[in-house]
């Protein structure tokens, strides 16, 4: 009964190739995240749904397209992947769309290699 | 340009002892401040928060003290057990903004 759940955990890929992970949770949550932790280990908000509606996208490459097909999903497709790509991503859930007390809830993390 | 920075990549602390982990922000905006606790193949899990009302919270073990004027927080973890041995992020917020997070301190705890 995960709460947040990531698939793949790892994905090791060559470069060039489009690529998938998805994101579900079962908190019944308004609101999911999309994180990228790079090389130097900081945490950066890439974008974030509410109710399946866009709310944040940060400064990131349009080869990064977030899809929510409802509420408890959220998933991320990379085209063209570059060796830059490289990094681990993790999703997370808040009941609300932010806000003091609306904490987040993150999944396992997926691992992704780009050759 | 990290407006929010753990300088201390890496704290060891003998097991009951004291552990203190420190970090900086520069937005002087943020008003809410977090602390989350990372084990390895995990994501990260909420352990204390703070607002910028306040310059203490504590919970069980767990205290967070914020200095406003130095625009530093810390976590302080007393008696630290082997169980605390993880990846403490720091993160910050200005209102319903996004999290803004530090880069990590990982913390081991020796018997």
């Known amino acids: 009964d995960t709460a947040v759940s990531q698939t793949p955990k790892y994905l090791v890929t060559q470069m060039g190739n489009d690529k998938s992970i998805k994101c579900e949770q079962n908190?019944?949550?308004?609101?999911m995240y999309w994180y990228k932790q790079d090389s130097k280990k900081f945490l950066k908000i890439m974008f974030s749904y509410n109710n399946k509606e866009l709310i944040i996208n940060e400064t990131v490459p349009n080869r990064f397209s977030p899809k929510s097909p409802d509420k408890a999903h959220l998933n991320l497709h990379i085209n063209s992947l570059e060796l830059g790509d490289s990094a681990v991503y993790f999703c997370?859930?808040?009941?609300f769309g932010g806000g003091m007390g609306d904490e987040q809830f993150f999944g396992p993390g997926t691992r992704l290699t780009v050759l | 340009d990290q407006q929010v920075k753990q300088n201390s990549p890496s704290l060891s602390v003998q097991e009951g002892r004291i552990s203190i982990l420190n970090c900086d922000y520069t937005?002087?905006?943020?008003?809410?401040f977090l602390w989350y606790k990372k084990y390895p193949a995990e994501g990260p899990t909420f352990l204390i928060s703070i607002s910028s009302i306040k310059d203490k919270n504590e919970d069980g073990r767990f205290t967070v003290f914020l200095n406003k004027s130095a625009k530093h927080l810390s976590l302080h973890i007393v008696p630290s057990q082997p169980g605390d041995s993880a990846v403490y992020f720091c993160?910050?917020?200005?209102?319903?903004?996004?999290?803004?997070f530090g880069q990590g301190t990982r913390l081991t705890i020796n018997p």
């Open positions: 908190l019944g949550h308004d609101t």
């Open positions: 993160a910050a917020r200005q209102g319903a903004q996004k999290l803004v």
């Open positions: 937005n002087s905006m943020f008003d809410y």
């Open positions: 997370a859930s808040s009941q």
